[in-house]
């Protein structure tokens, strides 16, 4: 940070506090609000060719602001990334204006670039199934097998992150019919958890060679410590080359389907979002985009006159 003046890095530092104490943001999102506005600072510096006080701050551009959008976009930031740069900076912007009492409006006027959201990549109903069959086959010993297909059905079948089913520790096994799962920014959800994942995971527990202790986690590595995600991305890997499946067939594709496959079977798009642990509705909406282009091809392909 040593192109921003101290001024500014203490009240980057004091909203960055405020966000993790009073908008529960997680970890990965403070360090890229960090980022984002470290990187927009640092231009205006450079731009002024002075650090940039809190005063020269208020007094910002929309010429400014043009002048560090199409610096990013030069440097190959794409517009997905730079609307969320843009998010940061604005939401720094909102509070320090608050504090400092000035208007903010070439800031909070800025448009951000248009991009095309992706939509979730779910696997079909019996890619999935084959998924979680095929991952069984991958491993070199029994329990190995059996704790992979014990993730990977509970990605499918609870429509968790794959950070939130290794998080799970020996304290929550057996699994009981409802789990409380600490998702994104200390969210907290109540998923049901279906008779097939509770039995993988018994059959799991059961061939699983290193002691459970209730402040250890649920799910092993070979050599006893906690499994590391990157295991599972692999053993999905493996299974999804076997199985012809295109590269988005990761563990979060799992999550995907889990909501997809919820959405198509008649679910409530309300409910979705509190199985999701989503904060907003408008993310559990791309779902209904997906189904939508689902129901299309079928029509396409079945309509008498396609």
């Given amino acids: 940070m040593t192109l921003i003046s101290p001024a500014c890095r203490d009240a980057l530092s004091s909203w960055l506090d405020g966000q993790k104490a009073l908008a529960g943001a997680a970890r990965n999102t403070i360090t890229a609000y960090q980022g984002d506005v470290v990187e927009f600072l640092s231009f205006m510096t450079l731009h002024h060719g002075e650090p940039q006080g809190l005063g020269a701050l208020e007094r910002i551009t929309v010429a400014d602001m043009r002048a560090w959008m199409a610096q990013a976009r030069a440097g190959g930031v794409g517009a997905r990334s730079l609307a969320r740069k843009l998010s940061a900076v604005k939401s720094f912007y909102r509070w320090l204006a608050d504090r400092e009492g000035f208007e903010p409006t070439a800031v909070l006027s800025?448009?951000?670039?248009?991009?095309?959201?992706?939509?979730?990549?779910?696997l079909a109903e019996d890619a999935a199934r084959a998924m979680i069959d095929t991952v069984e086959l991958q491993a070199a010993s029994g329990w190995?097998?059996?704790?992979?297909v014990a993730v990977v059905t509970l990605l499918y079948g609870c429509g968790l992150r794959i950070s939130e089913a290794l998080g799970l520790t020996g304290a929550d096994a057996p699994l009981p019919a409802t789990l409380r799962i600490l998702g994104k920014g200390g969210k907290e959800r109540v998923v049901p958890v279906i008779a097939p994942a509770r039995d993988a995971v018994a059959t799991y527990l059961r061939l699983c060679p290193h002691p459970q202790q209730n402040d250890a986690a649920l799910f092993r590595g070979t050599r006893g410590g906690p499994l590391n995600p990157r295991a599972i991305q692999s053993v999905m890997a493996r299974a999804r080359l076997q199985l012809g499946l295109p590269a988005t067939a990761t563990p979060h594709a799992m999550r995907h389907s889990f909501a997809t496959h919820l959405l198509s079977a008649g679910g409530d798009l309300r409910a979705i979002q509190e199985l999701l642990g989503h904060a907003s509705l408008s993310t559990t909406q791309a779902y209904t985009a997906v189904d939508t282009a689902r129901l299309m091809e079928v029509y396409d392909r079945a309509h008498p006159r396609a």
Avoid: E
């Fill in 110 to 122: 800025t448009r951000a670039p248009k991009f095309q959201k992706k939509l979730p990549r779910p």
């Fill in 144 to 148: 190995v097998a059996a704790r992979d």
